[in-house]
């Protein structure tokens, strides 16, 4: 069992930055997929970034690249996200997730993610 609490979130003006991280209770450090999930009111849940601990080679939704940043601090168990530029619609709740895995790409739907954190609310102003 994986637990994962994050913290970072706020409310920032348009053109902002905020950074979460993310704590995981056990050494992540390689065979599992990590990233960041975002719900939006009524919106679907969307995998904003993902990366596969194992190589650290992240990937991004096309509605962030260039924004924000995926990075990790193995010693810690920590994974963070930067996020810079920020939009009004970048306004929901990001949820730390992750499942054990293999896979390079890391591509399960946002809604088959194993380990769930209990969410970070960001609110963007325009």
């Known amino acids: 069992e994986v637990q994962l609490v994050e913290s970072g979130g706020g409310s920032v003006q348009a053109g902002g930055s905020l950074r979460l991280s993310c704590q995981a209770s056990?050494?992540?450090?390689?065979?599992?997929?990590m990233g960041w999930i975002r719900q939006a009111p009524g919106a679907e849940r969307e995998v904003v970034a993902r990366i596969q601990t194992s190589t650290s080679i992240a990937f991004y939704a096309d509605s962030v690249k260039g924004r924000f940043t995926l990075s990790r601090d193995s010693a810690r168990n920590t994974l963070y996200l930067q996020m810079d530029s920020l939009k009004p619609e970048d306004t929901a709740i990001y949820y730390c997730a992750a499942y054990p895995s293999t896979s390079l790409l890391c591509r399960r739907g946002p809604s088959d993610w194993t380990y769930w954190g209990q969410g970070t609310q960001v609110t963007v102003s325009s």
């Open positions: 056990v050494s992540t450090s390689s065979g599992y997929c």
